[in-house]
């Protein structure tokens, strides 16, 4: 079997983290350094402490990341499987009436 195809790679990479807490926009973003693509499978995980925005601001902090590239296998089963799981949370309303 070729290892490849379940082989992860792993490496860590700069990053920007932006945490908005604004009437406006409640969002945390992270925008990597460099050419890295992320795909479906793959994990970013920003190293540091929780990054906690009062209300009204925009924090924004450079941090480091480390990227999991997910092998051919897991990268292909993720794109299979999403489309469902997207489909479980489109079950739930947000409304006040409710509907049996």
Request: with cysteine; proline share 3%; glycine share 6%.
């Amino acid at each position: 079997m070729n290892k490849r195809l379940f082989r992860k790679r792993r490496f860590e990479v700069p990053c920007t983290v932006e945490v908005s807490h604004k009437f406006e926009s409640l969002h945390a973003h992270v925008e990597l350094d460099g050419d890295v693509a992320v795909q479906p499978g793959d994990e970013v995980l920003v190293h540091g402490a929780p990054i906690m925005a009062a209300y009204g601001e925009v924090i924004t902090e450079r941090r480091t990341a480390t990227v999991t590239q997910a092998g051919a296998v897991e990268r292909v089963w993720t794109r299979l499987t999403g489309d469902l799981e997207f489909m479980e949370l489109c079950e739930f309303s947000f409304s006040e009436e409710v509907r049996l």
